[in-house]
C-alpha cells in the first residue's frame, strides 16, 4: 500500500523568506496528488492538485504554488511567505479521481 | 460550487452514549461522500465511504440525498472514539471538499 513522506514535520521562517515543502509517495505509480492547507480553526482547503507529472491544478489564488517534477513527487513553494501562510500542511494521494484519498503526516508552518 | 457543513466544531458524549456526527452538503451533481478521522498523533484516514455502504468500527452513515445529508452515527460511543472527524465531498474530478470537522469527545 502507498506511504507518503513529508518534510519537514515542522518549521518557522521569518515573513518574506521562501518556502520549499516536499512530499512523496512510495508503493503506488502514476498517483493524483494532493495539497492542502488547514488553518487554526478552519477546515482543510484543497491548495493544488495534480493528475501526472508537470500537470498542476491550483484551486484557492494565493501565494504558493506547486509543482510535480517527478511522478512520485509533489513540492509546495512560495518566493516570499506572507503570515497568513502559518498552517498545517497536508499531502495526499490517490489511485484515480473518486478514490480513497491517503494524507501524509503534514508539515506544520509557523510564519513569523 | 460544492460545500459541505459540519455543523457542530464540538461534541462530547460518555462512554456508552449513542453520538451523531451531522454532515450537510450542496452539490448540484452526484457526490460522493466519505468520512475521514484524525486520532489524537496519528494521520487523517478514510473512516468510511457512502459507496461502500459498511460499517467501520461501529460506524455508519447513511447518504440522504433528500436531506443532502451524510451523517455518521455510533450507537454506543467508546472512548477510543475521540478525534476530529471530518465529512468530504468529492466529485467527477476527484477533489475533495471538505468539512469544518467535529472533535469529539467521549468521556469515561
Known amino acids: 500500500s502507498q506511504t507518503i513522506h513529508q518534510w519537514p514535520a515542522t518549521l518557522v521562517q521569518p515573513v518574506g523568506s521562501p518556502l520549499s515543502l516536499e512530499c512523496t509517495v512510495e508503493?503506488?505509480?502514476?498517483?493524483?496528488l494532493y495539497w492542502y492547507r488547514q488553518a487554526a480553526g478552519r477546515g482543510l482547503q484543497l491548495l493544488f492538485y495534480s493528475v501526472g507529472i508537470g500537470q498542476i491544478s491550483s484551486e484557492v489564488p494565493q501565494n504558493l504554488s506547486a509543482s510535480r517534477p517527478q511522478d512520485r513527487q509533489f513540492i509546495l513553494s512560495s518566493k516570499k511567505l506572507l503570515l497568513s501562510d502559518s498552517g498545517f500542511y497536508l499531502c495526499?494521494?490517490?489511485?484515480?479521481?473518486?478514490?480513497?484519498?491517503?494524507f501524509g503526516p503534514g508539515t506544520r508552518l509557523l510564519v513569523l | 460550487a460544492q460545500r459541505v457543513t459540519q455543523p457542530e466544531k464540538l461534541l462530547s458524549v460518555f462512554k456508552g452514549a449513542p453520538v451523531e456526527l451531522k454532515c450537510n452538503y450542496s452539490?448540484?451533481?452526484?457526490?460522493?461522500l466519505f468520512w475521514y478521522v484524525q486520532y489524537s498523533r496519528q494521520r487523517l484516514q478514510l473512516l468510511l465511504r457512502h459507496i461502500s455502504r459498511e460499517s467501520i468500527k461501529g460506524f455508519t452513515a447513511d447518504l440522504n440525498k433528500g436531506e443532502t445529508s451524510f451523517h455518521l452515527k455510533k450507537p454506543f460511543a467508546q472512548e477510543e472514539d475521540s478525534a476530529m472527524y471530518y465529512c468530504?465531498?468529492?466529485?467527477?474530478?476527484?477533489?475533495?471538499?471538505f468539512g469544518q470537522g467535529t472533535i469529539l469527545t467521549v468521556h469515561p
Open positions: 495526499a494521494c490517490s489511485k484515480g479521481v473518486r478514490e480513497t484519498q491517503y
Open positions: 452539490y448540484s451533481g452526484s457526490p460522493e
Open positions: 468530504a465531498l468529492t466529485t467527477s474530478y476527484g477533489k475533495l471538499t
Open positions: 508503493g503506488t505509480s502514476n498517483p493524483n
